[in-house]
């Protein structure tokens, strides 16, 4: 009877987390958000409405643990190391700070059963891991596509594709790359929306005291 009881205490004991050792923390990060565009001498804003349909993703980027892998390997990810949110949920919020903050667009918004806008900015993300083969890279790859909401055509796409060197091998350096490197691609998606505006007659008239 004794030592029936003391093997349920330990299956007891076993099951709270490990509760009767120390529990190993989780480690969190985020990316960090958009830099300020400053003063620019640009004419005005564009004279659209921008929606920003959330960023779609395979399951694997759905969690918050991070993602590795080894060139012709399958992935894994991190038990103890994570992002504060998944990956598609934070790349929105800097994309939607980063074209607010171009002061190019006269409103912009993220997708809602009541929103309305005259295009659709839509992106999915394809890669947001550690790559550890000859060189230890943070790799980024996704695509952007703009809808005209009115008639449903696509009307500018973007693709991006980076493998940034990771400095040291540590979770720290490999974050460090993976921010840099999404900075990278969304700054190429900003330029890029801009010169698609630029080319038709798009920006807003001055507004008169």
Not at 36 to 65: I, W
Not at 70 to 92: H, K, L, N, V
Not at 157 to 162: C, F, G, I, L, S
Request: aromatic letters at 8%; hydrophobic letters at 40%; glycine letters at 6%.
């Amino acid at each position: 009877m004794r030592d029936k009881a003391l093997l349920a205490a330990l299956a007891l004991c076993a099951g709270a987390f490990n509760g009767c050792g120390a529990a190993r923390p989780a480690n969190y990060y985020q990316l960090t958000p958009a830099a300020g565009a400053g003063a620019r001498s640009d004419p005005g804003p564009y004279a659209v409405a921008l929606l920003l349909s959330p960023m779609t993703s395979s399951q694997l980027y759905h969690e918050d643990r991070i993602v590795y892998t080894s060139e012709g390997e399958a992935m894994g990810r991190y038990e103890f190391q994570r992002w504060a949110e998944p990956a598609p949920e934070m790349i929105d919020d800097v994309l939607l700070r980063q074209l607010d903050e171009s002061g190019r667009f006269q409103h912009i918004s993220m997708l809602r059963s009541n929103a309305r806008g005259d295009y659709l900015l839509r992106g999915r993300l394809y890669d947001f891991r550690e790559v550890d083969g000859k060189l230890l890279v943070a790799r980024v790859a996704f695509v952007f596509e703009l809808l005209d909401t009115k008639t449903g055509a696509t009307v500018w796409t973007h693709k991006y594709a980076h493998d940034e060197a990771v400095s040291e091998r540590n979770v720290s350096a490999l974050v460090a790359a993976i921010d840099r490197n999404v900075h990278r691609g969304l700054d190429e998606v900003v330029e890029s929306l801009e010169q698609c505006f630029s080319s038709v007659k798009t920006t807003a008239p001055p507004v008169t005291p």
